[in-house]
């Protein structure tokens, strides 16, 4: 079935790098399609979301990217912080009220 | 704004017995949502309630699951009898339309059922 996916499992980046969060989605027909950081023993935050009519979205410190003719969704978080380590989620609008999470990108921030 | 609110932050109960999980919607918010966090299934959304109403309850996985929400700041997921396999992270989330895909979680409720 479509599903959205990650690339990778697990990020670790130096303080003060960018990093870069990659997610892969197989369903053409999403619309809609949002970022969410998930600290230790807390729910999902969501951080920014972005429709199908634009390929690109900044707020602060984060960029998410949407390249639809390879389906490709990422996330850009500048100058990373010891408190942007968190479980980075993607998640797409598949119809009208339901999202479909991929299974989410540990990101560690070293010192 | 409170955000989200959830009780209990954590149940342990043992088999057979029945649990209950309780949420309190942002405030305005007309659309609710329950999700089941797992490591080997991720987020699963179990129901979704629009104006208090029931929408679409076709992630509950059993009978054994009900849910309600009998006011616009209210709602419970009940479990009855639990199993060790509904041991899960346990999330509800609110959302206003028209976004109303962009949920705001509160921060779940770990069941462990022995």
């Known amino acids: 079935g479509e599903s959205v996916g990650l690339h990778l499992p697990t990020l670790s980046v130096q303080e003060g790098d960018n990093s870069i969060i990659n997610c892969a989605y197989s369903n053409s027909a999403s619309d809609y399609f949002i970022w969410y950081k998930q600290e230790s023993g807390k729910g999902p935050q969501f951080i920014i979301d972005i429709r199908s009519n634009m390929d690109k979205r900044q ?53 | 704004d409170a955000g989200v609110i959830q009780s209990p932050r954590h149940e342990v109960t043992e088999m057979g017995q029945e649990v209950t999980l309780r949420c309190k919607p942002i405030s305005g918010h007309n659309s609710l949502f329950w999700y089941r966090q797992t490591m080997m299934r991720g987020l699963e959304l179990l129901i979704y309630f629009n ?55 509160g921060s779940g409720t770990q069941l462990s059922v022995l």
């Open chain 2, 51 to 105: 104006n208090n109403v029931p929408i679409d309850d076709s992630g509950m996985p059993e009978d054994r699951f009900s849910a309600k929400m009998p006011n616009a700041s209210f709602s419970t997921l009940k479990i009855q009898p639990s199993e060790p396999r509904d041991s899960a992270v346990y999330f509800c989330a609110s959302s206003l339309a028209p976004d109303r895909e962009k949920l705001f979680f």
């Open chain 1, 59 to 111: 707020g602060q410190r984060v960029t998410v990217l949407l390249n639809k003719t390879v389906k490709h969704l990422s996330l850009q978080i500048a100058a990373t912080q010891p408190g942007d380590s968190a479980v980075y989620f993607c998640a797409e609008n598949k119809y009208d009220y339901k999202l479909s999470f991929g299974a989410g990108t540990t990101v560690t921030v070293r010192a």
